[in-house]
């Protein structure tokens, strides 16, 4: 399995960008995809993810309400539209995806692989 991230970049605050991650390899049992991000000195933060079988959507609290997840099917592709971007999103952004199966008691979504990460820079 191997994901691409791209559609990073410098944005000013209050402005926009969408990332995609495309999918290729064997992710035709795939569970869902998802993003994190990471700051120098950080832990890796959930940002959001998608389940194919619902395609229910979850979101880290920092970003409810301004980032969306979506999906193109035909083209193996996860989307992350991000709208009023603030200084403090600023960080790498990394897609991944679930291959395997889980207990739920782990969570609505595990990542199994990376993607090469994305910068994104929110300047103020």
């Known amino acids: 399995v191997q994901l691409q991230a791209s559609g990073g970049g410098l944005v000013q605050a209050g402005g926009s960008l969408r990332l995609s991650c495309a999918a290729s390899g064997r992710t035709e049992r795939s569970y869902g995809m998802g993003w994190f991000r990471q700051v120098p000195g950080k832990e890796r933060e959930f940002v959001a993810a998608?389940?194919?079988?619902?395609?229910?959507?979850y979101y880290g609290d920092s970003v409810k309400g301004r980032f969306i997840i979506s999906r193109d099917n035909a083209k193996n592709t996860v989307y992350l539209d991000m709208l009023s971007l603030k200084p403090e999103d600023t960080a790498v952004y990394y897609c991944?995806?679930?291959?395997?199966?889980?207990?739920?008691?782990?969570?609505?979504?595990?990542?199994?692989?990376w993607g090469q990460g994305t910068q994104v820079t929110v300047s103020s």
């Open positions: 991944s995806i679930q291959i395997r199966k889980y207990s739920s008691s782990n969570g609505p979504y595990q990542s199994d692989y």
């Open positions: 998608m389940l194919w079988y619902d395609g229910s959507t």
